[in-house]
C-alpha cells in the first residue's frame, strides 16, 4: 500500500436558473468528486455523469468505488487510460491524480503537461433554450459579453437566434444544437445564421446520422461534440467537421483530452474546449487546453447558484487560471 487514501462524494449543485437544451432541462448540477490523500497532500478531481451517454450518478459512482482499492494501491494515469473506459468516471481520477502528483512535487500541472502556462482566456457565455423573447432577454443580461453560445432545438431557430442578435449586437454568436436538427433545417437555417453572424455551430445533426455532413460545403464552421469523444474517432470525424468540442467527460480526462487535442492540432482540425454544468473544480484541467482552441466555453459555474471555494475568476468575459487552491 502507498498510504494513499480515495474519498468519493456526490454532490448536488443548485443552478441560479433552470437550464434548458434540445434534451431537456435541468435545475442542478448533479457532480461526483475524488480525493486522494497522500502524505500531507490532496488531489481532487470532479465529474459529471451524463445519461445521454448512459451514465447516471449512482453507476459512476460505484465505477468509481470499485477503483478505491487500485487508486489506494498506487494506481497512476498511464495505467488508468488502460483499465477504464473513457467517461466521466475516468476523468476524475484523472484529474485528481493530475492534482495530486503537483501538489506532492510542488511543480505546476502545465509544466508536467508539457503545455503554456495557462492564461486567461475569453470564454462563451450560454443562454438556454426558451422563447424569442425570453432568449432575448437573457442576451441583455449579459449584452457586454465578448462570445454569447445559443443553445437551440428544432423550433424557431432564426427567430431566437435573431432575438439574441438584436439584445447584443456588439456580441460574437456561436450555437449548440445538440444533434435536434436534420440535414434539411440544417441547411433551411444556416444561410440566415451566417447573415446574423453565428460564427460555429456545435453538433447540427445526431451523431449516428453525421454522415451525411460529408461533401456539404456550409457558410458557417462546424463542430462535432456528440460525435467526439476520444482520438479514436478523429480520422472519422476529418471529412465531416472543421472543428471538434473537446470536454474532459468525454475524453475520461486531461490525459486523454491531451492526446486528442495534439492529434486534432496534427490533423489540421481546430478545436474548442467545452464543459458540464458543473463547479469550477471541474472546469481547472480544461484551462490547460485553451492554447489549443479557437474557442473556450467554460462557463459551467457562471449557471449555478454559488460556486465551491475557491473557485475561478470570471471577469469581463475571460475565465482565469485556477489557483492551487482549487486545482493543480
Given amino acids: 500500500m502507498t498510504g494513499r487514501k480515495a474519498t468519493v462524494k456526490h454532490e448536488s449543485w443548485p443552478l441560479a436558473r433552470p437550464f434548458t437544451i434540445s434534451r431537456g432541462t435541468k435545475t442542478a448540477a448533479e457532480v461526483l468528486t475524488v480525493e486522494i490523500a497522500s502524505n500531507g497532500h490532496a488531489g481532487r478531481g470532479e465529474c459529471v455523469p451524463y445519461a445521454h451517454y448512459g451514465e447516471t450518478v449512482a453507476d459512476v459512482e460505484h465505477d468509481l468505488a470499485m477503483q478505491a482499492q487500485a487508486i489506494e494501491g498506487g494506481l497512476e494515469r498511464d495505467v488508468l487510460w488502460y483499465v477504464m473506459a473513457a467517461g466521466a468516471a475516468r476523468n476524475a481520477i484523472d484529474a485528481a491524480l493530475w492534482d495530486l502528483e503537483a501538489k506532492e512535487t510542488a511543480t505546476p500541472i502545465w509544466k508536467i503537461a508539457d503545455?503554456?502556462?495557462?492564461?486567461?482566456?475569453?470564454?462563451?457565455?450560454?443562454?438556454?433554450?426558451?422563447?424569442?423573447?425570453?432568449?432575448?432577454?437573457?442576451?441583455?443580461?449579459?449584452?457586454?459579453?465578448?462570445?454569447?453560445?445559443?443553445?437551440?432545438?428544432?423550433?424557431?431557430?432564426?427567430?431566437?437566434?435573431?432575438?439574441?442578435?438584436?439584445?447584443?449586437?456588439?456580441?460574437?454568436?456561436?450555437?449548440?444544437?445538440?444533434?435536434?436538427?436534420?440535414?434539411?433545417?440544417?441547411k433551411a437555417v444556416l444561410p440566415a445564421l451566417a447573415d446574423l453572424g453565428v460564427e460555429m455551430i456545435e453538433q447540427p445533426l445526431p451523431a449516428e446520422d453525421d454522415a451525411g455532413l460529408e461533401g456539404f460545403e456550409s457558410p458557417i464552421l462546424l463542430c462535432a461534440d456528440e460525435s467526439c469523444h476520444t482520438s479514436e474517432g478523429l480520422e472519422r470525424l476529418k471529412p465531416l467537421y472543421g472543428m471538434v468540442n473537446i470536454k474532459l467527460d468525454k475524453t475520461g480526462g486531461l490525459t486523454e483530452a491531451l492526446n486528442l487535442a495534439r492529434n486534432a492540432q496534427a490533423m489540421g482540425m481546430k478545436m474548442m474546449i467545452g464543459c458540464m454544468v458543473a463547479t469550477s473544480l471541474a472546469m481547472a484541467p480544461a484551462m490547460l487546453l485553451a492554447s489549443f482552441a479557437e474557442y473556450v466555453d467554460l462557463d459551467g459555474p457562471l449557471l449555478l447558484k454559488n460556486d465551491r471555494a475557491d473557485g475561478l475568476l470570471f471577469k469581463d468575459g475571460f475565465v482565469h487560471p485556477p489557483t492551487s487552491a482549487l486545482w493543480g
Fill in 115 to 186: 503545455v503554456p502556462e495557462p492564461k486567461a482566456a475569453l470564454t462563451a457565455q450560454t443562454i438556454s433554450i426558451g422563447t424569442p423573447a425570453a432568449m432575448a432577454e437573457a442576451a441583455a443580461e449579459i449584452a457586454t459579453a465578448p462570445l454569447i453560445k445559443i443553445k437551440l432545438d428544432a423550433e424557431s431557430v432564426v427567430e431566437r437566434v435573431g432575438a439574441v442578435r438584436k439584445a447584443a449586437p456588439g456580441a460574437r454568436l456561436i450555437a449548440d444544437a445538440n444533434e435536434a436538427w436534420n440535414l434539411e433545417l440544417m
